[in-house]
Every structure is written in structure tokens, then in C-alpha cells.
């Protein structure tokens, strides 16, 4: 089914569309779809959002009025119409959104410009694309109608739902929730209208955890992948190194876990290295430039751990043929790096190659690697069966390292990961080597081999991105962001965290690291972590076209060593593929061949890399419109894993009600304060209401609560004793009171 966004986009062509080609693209067919095709376009018409030319076809309006934004609303009733480039939010009165919900894809048109540090206020037009089709809600009897109460308080309606689903009547004990989906989203003095489709008993049983959670970030599970016609590899250009030995570094355990990439390491007659990184051929497999092929792929963008196994976002099939299976012969699409004894990078080149893994390394030998007392003597019995592997690893190992330091003084930050031993979620837990969306890195560790394997692929995707952009490419990408929306100095006055005794450099300034190490203790470098983690904004993907202007202090990188990883990795791996293939690599009947695929080759380029077919195709995939796709993707995606890992917190909790603990006060708010449970690796609040024996005053600027009588304070970091006195699972809560 379409929505008004797909008709949108698919407006913005220059010259317009007929109605024949436009419903051919919106593949419609039925003459009801038709009709509702007809009442959309004179909806949009008369919005002034679209309209005809001469010619009769449709056109999107340029000089419209009407704002692209999403809606966000808080539990408190607040909405903003949310824009994108960090553009200044849109207030929204509750009146005025038109049964917009929280999440929404809008069009809204400003009626009151924002003064005085006041937001703009406007009026939603139009809802052109709804996130929520599936609601989780509680069943109600109201004046003798069935009604579906959302359990998000953001979603300001209640749903009408048939007369049989009164049987779902919510029971507190049973914490019986329903997914309802949605027939008809309430319009005008018109109640929404859905039916129950699945009830899910919560209370004491965690087997509905992940069907509730997926609902809650309004993911679909998909039990099976639609089957891709895989095209042939192509075995003319390969380059044979499967007689050297290559290396995957793998942490994660569950089933259909995204293929890591296999690293080998040459040396050269002049002290310098080889560093091969080999990724499986995920783009190589799939035609990308057919639209029906692209098509089943642009409704899910990126793999997932459900708990027990992956969601992968590409087929079995798929991964399957590109499986790196040990001790067998693969294709490979890879990336030479040359390395100094210094180990800087001084030349790359890309290749299509024939490669063998010759062992997966895991958590016990990176441990055994690192922590065994001579290089000579081999003892440990991790360590015997892999002998003959040794040597080369601990290049590797050494490199990593290298190479992270390098990172680290080009202004990147690490930031560990908080504490959990919850078994159920450890998948989750375990370092992705190709999320990129993070402003800081997790640190290297023993216990997770494929933190050793992230710098060396931090370094192949700047290469693709300094390779591409050059010979001006389109990418999908993420850029560093500068820092200076972080106010420090605010930082170190509310956390209290800082001895008074600082010293700032040369110029007045104060590094991340430098903070962390003025930490006095354990517990306020924990919560120091935890506010610089909160308030480092995530990175989204950006299409970075040959026109886009480069700052010397961005570090961009183009991550295409993980495709089946995420639609972002093939896409840019597709692009790595195609050059190799269809890049042009010498002028008309000129001898001249250039490797293209090389370090610095494009100074020696004058003429165009692709014809005009290779262009359209990569077009396809390189668009706003699929980058816009694959960030929305990607929160729910986010929100998904912290939702897991709450609801598994939250479980655990549960078993311990009543229970007294000592727990570290985290965040201080005027409703309460956040207190950790070490001992449990979970996080409860203790809401100033359970504060009895005095009225506490919130002060922000000590942000600390304190008694007006006692004058006894709560600040971050005080060590306080506990008690558990209550859960909601279905808000992920956990209640707590002093002892």
C-alpha cells in the first residue's frame, strides 16, 4: 500500500509524471487503490503541495510552505514537529497536530515565528507517512465501547476496537497487553477504528519479551526472507591468495550473525607490510541495479540480534554463498594496505581475490595472546593448537593497537560500555566492528576479540571514502561531529565529579581524556562515562556527492567491509565492485592502462569513470531518499537494543523485591534521583515522593536535592543504601526506596 510520502518522492522529478507511470511506480492496480490514489493527489493539490503542469503531469511545488518533520511528543504532552540538519524544532499545540502520533512523518506549515528564544509554533497539514501500524495498548471498557489505550502516553488516542475483543480486558495481574492493528487512523470527528490481532501475557513470562519489544520499536519479525536471484561471481580478475593464511577475529556465537571480514597479514622484502582485509561478496551477488531485486531489500536495512539469533536483513541464500568458510576456497572483494615499520599507511589498492580462512580466532586466544609472559616458549594449551598462526596474529594484534593510538590523537575518544552480566542479552553486549554511529569507540579488550578487529576497519572504510571521494563518487557516510555543542564546563559543575585543581592546555581548553583522568575514583569515571554518553549525539548517514565540501578537521569514513551487516555497507561495497568492474581505466584506444584501484591513480584520470548506464544504476541506491530510509531504520534499530536490554534489567529485578542493596547515585532529577545496583547491574529511581521525612528542593545548578529541614542532600555519585520495591515491565521501570 502507498503512503503520501511515497507519492512525494516519487514527485520530485524535475519534469513530472503521468498518473499511469506514477501508479506503475507505486504499483497499483485495483481500482479502489486507484481511488485512494485520486483523493491523496487532490488533497496534496489543494494543500498546494504538489500540482499539474501543461502537460498534465505532477508536479512537486518548490516554493511550498509547507516543512518535512517528524512528530515528538513526551509523556507530558509536549509535541514538536522535529527537522532535519539540527534545524530549530516546531512547537505543536495538541489541538493542532490533526491526530499526527508520536513519530509521524509530517508536513507542517509555520502560523507563529519563534521569538525570544521561544520555538516557532505550527500546524500539522498533513501526515504523510504513519510509523505506528501496529499498536501495543491495554483493553478498556468505556461507556459500554471496547477501546484500545495506548501504553505509549505519547499517542494522544484511544483506538475503537469490535465487541469480541472485550475478551483481552486488561487484568493488572496478568499484565495482558494486545497488538492491535490499526483499519483506520482517526481523522476528523472520525475515531480510530483497529482490531486485536495478539494478546501477550507478560507477567512472569519472558518468552513474549522480544515479540513485545520488536512491537514496541515497531519492527516486524520476519520469519522468512524473500529469495533473490543470485547472479554469478565473477572469476576473470581475481587475484589467488588462498594459499595464504587469513584470519577472522569472532565474538559473536548466535545463529545468522552477520559474516566478519578476514584479515591477512604479508611481509616484504623492504621491512614493510601487507595488511589484507578480505570481505565476503555480498554486492557481488546481488544485481543492484534491477529495481525489483533492490525493492525487496528496501523495507529492512540493517541485522539485528534477537537474544537467541540474528534477524539478518539479507536471505539465507545469500549469506550462505558468501559464507567465509573455514579451510575452503572464497571470493572476496579486498582491500590491500602497505604499512612501514612505523606502521603508517603508505599505499592501498582494491582487488577482487580468491582467499582461505585459515582459522577463527576467539576470545580465548586474543587472552592467551596477550597475557602469555615469553614470544618464545608456547605452553598454553589455547595456544599449541595455533602455534603456527602465532606469529602473524600478533602483527595483527600489534597493528590494531597501532592504529588506535593514531585514531586517538587525531581527536577520537573511547568510552567504555557499562557493566552487564545478564546472560540473555549477552549477544547484544558483544563490540560491532561496523556500527560507526557512535561518536566514540568502545577500548580494546581481551574479552572481545572483535574490538582488535575495529580499527583496522575504521582505516579500510577512511581509505574507501579518501579513494571514492576523490575520483568524486557518491557515498554513504558519517561524519565526525565536532564537539563544541558540549558544554564541559557544565559537565564537571553538575556532576561534581572533578577535583577543583584543573589545568587547562595552551589554549584554554580541556580534552575528553584529560577529564576522565581527573577522575578520582572508579565510581565518578562510571558516571562520568554515563553523562558524556548521554549527551554525545548519535551519527546519522550522509550522502556525501563530489560536490560536497570537505573541512580538514572532518574525518569521514564510507564503511564497506561488513555487507551483510547492514544495507549501508553493501551499497557502499556495490560502489567498491562497480569500479573495479566498469571503471573506465584508459582514454579511447589509448595503451596507457591505469590501475584505477590504486592509491593516488586519480591524479593521472581526465576522463569520465562511467558511462551513463553505470551512473543510473548507482543513482538507484545513492539518493536521498534511500539514505533518509536507512537512518529511520536505524533508530528504530537503536531503540530496539536499549529496550532489550531494559526489559532483561528490568526482569532481573524483579526477582529481588524486597531486597536491600548499596547503589551510586547516577543522575539527580527534580522528580528524584537514578541510583545503580552494582551487585545487579541494573538502575532504579527513588522518587522524591518516597523522601518522607522532609520536603526536598531540586537545585539546579548544584543539581542536587536537598532537605529544607535536614538540609540533608542527594547529589551524583553519593553511595546510598536501597531497597527494591516495585517493577513495571511495561515501562521498563524499576522502583526503589532508601532503607
Not at 536507512?630 to 523485591?657: D, G, S, T
Request: overall charge neutral.
Amino acid at each position: 500500500m502507498f503512503s503520501t510520502s511515497s507519492i512525494i518522492d516519487n514527485l520530485n522529478h524535475e519534469e513530472g509524471l503521468e498518473y499511469k507511470k506514477l501508479c506503475r511506480l507505486l504499483k497499483l492496480s485495483k481500482k479502489t487503490d486507484k481511488d485512494k490514489l485520486d483523493i491523496a493527489l487532490r488533497a496534496l493539490e489543494e494543500l498546494e503541495i504538489i500540482n499539474k503542469n501543461d502537460d498534465d503531469k505532477y508536479l512537486k511545488v518548490k516554493e511550498s510552505t509547507h516543512l518535512i518533520a517528524k512528530i515528538r511528543c513526551s509523556s507530558k504532552g509536549y509535541c514538536f514537529a522535529v527537522r532535519d540538519n539540527n534545524k530549530e524544532d516546531i512547537y505543536i499545540k495538541e489541538n493542532l497536530l490533526n491526530y499526527a502520533w508520536n513519530g509521524d512523518k509530517v508536513l507542517v506549515r509555520i502560523i507563529k515565528e519563534g521569538v525570544r528564544r521561544r520555538s516557532p509554533e505550527g500546524v500539522v497539514d498533513c501526515i504523510i507517512e504513519r510509523t505506528n501500524q501496529i499498536l501495543l495498548a491495554k483493553v478498556e471498557i468505556i461507556n459500554d465501547q471496547v477501546y484500545g489505550i495506548p501504553i505509549d502516553d505519547r499517542i494522544l488516542s484511544k483506538i475503537k476496537l469490535p465487541k469480541k475483543d472485550q475478551k483481552y480486558k486488561y487484568i493488572s495481574d496478568n499484565k495482558n497487553i494486545v497488538k492491535i492493528e490499526i483499519d483506520l487512523f482517526p481523522i476528523a470527528q472520525q475515531e480510530g477504528i483497529g482490531h486485536v490481532i495478539k494478546e501477550l501475557k507478560l507477567n512472569n513470562n519472558e518468552k513474549l519479551d522480544t515479540d513485545f519489544v520488536l512491537s514496541k520499536s515497531n519492527i516486524h519479525k520476519i520469519d522468512k526472507i524473500q529469495d533473490q536471484i543470485l547472479t554469478e561471481v565473477n572469476q576473470q580478475q581475481r587475484l589467488d591468495l588462498s594459499t595464504q593464511n587469513s584470519y577472522m577475529f569472532k565474538s559473536w556465537n548466535a545463529e545468522n550473525s552477520p559474516i566478519l571480514p578476514i584479515i591477512q597479514i604479508e611481509k616484504n622484502n623492504n621491512n614493510t607490510y601487507k595488511l589484507w582485509v578480505h570481505t565476503n561478496t555480498i554486492a557481488e551477488r546481488i544485481d543492484l541495479s534491477n529495481k525489483k531485486s533492490l525493492q525487496i531489500l528496501l523495507d529492512r536495512f540493517e541485522s539485528f540480534p534477537l537474544l537467541d539469533k540474528w534477524q539478518n536483513y539479507l536471505s539465507k541464500e545469500i549469506c550462505s554463498a558468501a559464507q567465509f568458510n573455514a579451510n575452503e576456497i572464497n571470493d572476496a572483494i579486498s582491500l590491500c594496505i602497505e604499512i612501514n615499520n612505523e606502521d603508517e599507511i603508505i599505499n592501498w589498492s582494491f582487488h577482487l581475490t580468491k582467499v582461505k580462512c585459515s582459522l577463527i580466532v576467539e576470545n580465548s586466544h586474543i587472552e592467551a595472546l596477550l597475557t602469555r609472559k615469553s614470544n618464545t616458549r608456547i605452553t598454553s594449551r589455547v595456544l599449541k593448537p595455533i602455534k603456527d598462526y602465532i606469529e602473524d596474529l600478533d602483527k595483527i594484534i600489534n597493528i590494531s593497537i597501532a592504529f588506535r593510538k593514531k585514531q586517538l590523537l587525531n581527536g577520537k575518544i573511547e568510552l567504555p560500555k557499562s557493566n552487564n552480566n545478564i546472560e540473555s542479552i549477552k549477544e547484544l553486549l558483544v563490540h560491532n566492528p561496523a556500527d560507526f554511529s557512535k561518536e566514540y569507540f568502545e577500548p580494546l579488550s581481551n574479552n572481545d576479540i572483535q574490538t582488535y578487529l575495529s580499527p583496522l576497519l575504521y582505516e579500510a572504510n577512511s581509505l574507501w571514502f579518501n579513494h571514492s571521494n576523490n575520483y568524486g563518487l557518491n557515498n554513504a557516510s558519517y561524519i565526525s561531529q565536532k564537539l563544541d555543542y558540549i558544554n564541559i564546563t557544565e559537565i564537571i559543575k553538575n556532576s561534581e565529579l572533578i577535583d577543583s585543581n584543573i589545568e587547562l592546555d595552551e589554549n584554554g581548553t580541556l580534552s575528553f581524556k584529560k577529564i576522565v583522568e581527573l577522575c578520582s575514583d572508579d565510581n565518578k569515571k562510571r558516571i562520568l562515562h554515563k553523562i558524556l554518553i548521554n549527551v554525545l549525539r548519535d551519527n546519522e548517514v550522509k550522502l556525501i556527492s563530489k560536490n560536497h565540501s570537505i573541512n580538514e578537521s572532518e574525518k569521514i569514513i564510507s564503511p564497506w567491509t561488513l555487507p551483510s551487516f547492514d544495507f549501508t555497507n553493501l551499497i557502499n561495497q556495490y560502489s567498491v565492485y562497480c569500479m573495479i568492474i566498469n571503471g573506465k581505466r584508459s582514454k579511447n584506444n589509448s595503451k596507457n592502462i591505469i590501475n584505477i584501484m590504486e592509491k593516488d591513480s586519480w591524479f593521472e584520470v581526465k576522463w569520465n569513470l562511467y558511462n551513463s548506464s553505470t551512473l543510473k544504476n548507482l543513482d538507484l541506491i545513492f539518493n536521498t531518499l534511500v539514505i533518509s530510509k536507512i537512518n529511520e531504520y536505524k533508530n528504530k534499530i537503536r531503540q530496539l537494543k536499549n529496550n532489550m536490554i531494559n526489559i532483561k534489567q528490568v526482569r532481573k529485578a524483579e526477582k529481588f523485591i524486597g531486597n536491600n542493596y548499596s547503589g551510586l547515585i547516577m543522575t539527580v532529577q527534580s522528580y528524584g534521583f537514578f541510583v545503580e545496583i552494582p551487585e545487579l547491574n541494573v538502575e532504579g529511581l527513588v522518587h522524591v515522593s518516597t523522601l518522607s521525612n522532609d520536603w526536598y528542593e531540586y537545585r539546579s545548578r548544584q543539581n542536587l536535592l536537598i532537605g529544607r529541614k535536614s538540609k540533608k542532600s542527594y547529589k551524583i555519585g553519593d553511595v546510598i543504601d536501597i531497597k527494591i520495591i516495585k517493577v513495571d515491565i511495561l515501562k521498563y521501570q524499576i522502583d526503589l526506596e532508601l532503607v
